[in-house]
C-alpha cells in the first residue's frame, strides 16, 4: 500500500515553543507510521524577512531540527530536510510566480497580516512577497496531499492548490494534487499575555526547551480573567489564557469541564487553575527538554539526519519538478 504524503516545515528563525507543538508538531506524531512524512527545515522561507540575521537563520537549522527529534519526529519514520539544499524548491518557485499575479500575492490574508506586523511599509522584501509561491513549490515538489500546519497557514495551503489548478490546466492533465490543510481543533494558542500571537521574540511563549523554573514563572504570569478580582467572583472562561492552554493540553475532559463550571460560578482562585495548568506543563515539557538536552551533545548525528533527509527529498524533488517541466511543455533536451 502506497501511503499518502506528508509535507509540512517551519522557518529556521528559532526554537520552537508550545503553540507549535499544539499547532502542528501534535499531529505529525500521529502520522508518522500512516504517512509518508517529510518535514522541512525552511530557511530560505526564513531568510525572507530574515535577510539582515542570515546567522540566526543558519543557527536555527539545528535548533529546530533538535526540538522536532525531542518531542519523538523519529528519523527512520519521517524525513527531516533542509530546504536551501533542495534546488528543485527554488526552481519550482521561479515557475510557479508566472502562474499567480503581485495582486493575489498581496491580498494573502496570511502575508497581509505578517506584512503589517513585520511594519515593512512599502519595502517588502519581494522575496517576503512571494513566498507564498515557494511554499507552493514546497509542498508540490513533494506531491503532498496533506499538510499539517497551524491555523494562521491556510491561505497559503489555498494559495499552494490554485497553483496547483493552473499547472494542471496548463499541462492537461492531473499531473499535481491538490493538498489539504489539516489544522489543529483548538485553534491558535495565544501568548502567555492573552495575545493572539504566541513569539520568542514577543517574550510571550514557552520554548519546548524552557527550565521548570520558566515553565512556572509564564503560567504564574499568565493572562486569566482581569476582572476575576476576588476567589468568590464569578470568573469568565473565554478569553481566559490558562484556559485556552488547558483546552488544548488538559486531556482530561471531565475534569477541565468541572473546573470551568466551577471557575464561572465562582469560588475558585486562578492559582489553582494555574497550578493545574502548571502540572500539565511541566510533565508534557519534562521528558521533550532531558532528550533535547542529551541529543544537542552530538551535532554531529543531527546533522547527519539533516542530510540524510535530504538526499532522500533530492530524489523527490528532482523527479518532479522534471516531470512539471515537461508536462507543461518546455523544451526537452
Ligand atoms: N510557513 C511555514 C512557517 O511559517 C514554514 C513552511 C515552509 C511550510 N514551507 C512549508 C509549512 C510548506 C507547510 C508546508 O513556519
Not at 15 to 22: M, Q, V
Not at 75 to 97: F, G, N, V, W
Not at 206 to 226: E, G, H, K, N, Y
Not at 307 to 314: F, V
Amino acid at each position: 500500500m502506497i501511503k499518502p504524503t506528508i509535507l509540512t516545515g517551519d522557518r529556521t528563525t528559532g526554537s520552537l515553543h508550545i503553540g507549535h507543538y499544539a499547532g502542528s508538531l501534535r499531529n505529525r506524531l500521529r502520522y508518522q507510521d500512516s504517512h509518508d512524512q517529510f518535514l522541512l527545515l525552511a530557511d530560505t522561507q526564513a531568510l525572507t524577512d530574515n535577510a539582515h540575521d542570515p546567522e540566526k537563520v543558519r543557527r536555527s537549522v539545528i535548533e529546530v531540527a533538535l526540538d522536532y527529534l525531542a518531542v519523538g519526529i523519529d528519523p527512520t519514520r519521517s524525513t527531516i530536510c533542509l530546504q536551501s539544499h533542495l534546488p528543485a524548491l527554488a526552481e519550482l518557485s521561479m515557475l510557479y510566480l508566472n502562474f499567480v499575479t503581485v495582486s493575489r500575492l498581496a491580498r494573502n490574508p496570511t502575508i497581509k497580516d505578517e506584512i503589517r506586523a513585520r511594519g515593512f511599509g512599502r519595502d517588502i522584501p519581494a522575496g517576503f512577497l512571494c513566498y507564498p509561491a515557494a511554499q507552493a513549490a514546497d509542498i508540490t515538489a513533494f506531491k503532498a496531499t496533506v499538510v499539517p500546519v497551524g491555523e494562521d497557514q491556510a491561505p497559503l495551503i489555498e494559495q499552494t492548490n490554485e497553483i496547483v489548478r493552473k499547472i494542471n490546466a496548463t499541462a492537461g492533465g492531473e499531473i499535481l494534487p491538490e493538498a489539504l490543510a489539516v489544522i489543529p481543533k483548538s485553534g491558535r494558542l495565544p501568548g502567555i499575555d492573552g495575545k493572539a500571537k504566541m513569539s520568542k521574540s514577543g517574550g510571550n511563549a514557552i520554548q519546548l526547551s524552557a527550565t521548570p523554573d520558566a515553565i512556572r514563572a509564564a503560567v504564574r504570569a499568565m493572562f486569566t480573567d482581569p476582572n476575576h478580582l476576588r476567589v468568590d467572583d464569578p470568573g469568565q472562561v473565554k478569553g481566559n489564557a490558562v484556559f485556552t492552554y488547558l483546552d488544548a493540553f488538559d486531556e482530561d475532559e471531565a475534569a477541565l469541564s468541572d473546573l470551568k463550571d466551577h471557575y464561572q460560578r465562582g469560588g475558585l482562585g486562578d492559582a489553582k487553575i494555574k497550578s493545574r495548568l502548571e502540572d500539565i506543563l511541566q510533565s508534557l515539557i519534562a521528558p521533550i527538554r532531558e532528550r533535547r538536552e542529551q541529543l544537542s551533545k552530538d551535532p554531529a548525528y543531527i546533522i547527519n539526519i539533516i542530510r540524510q533527509g535530504t538526499d532522500r527529498a533530492k530524489e523527490r524533488t528532482e523527479a518532479t519538478k522534471q516531470e512539471i517541466i515537461k508536462a507543461i511543455g518546455l523544451f526537452q533536451l
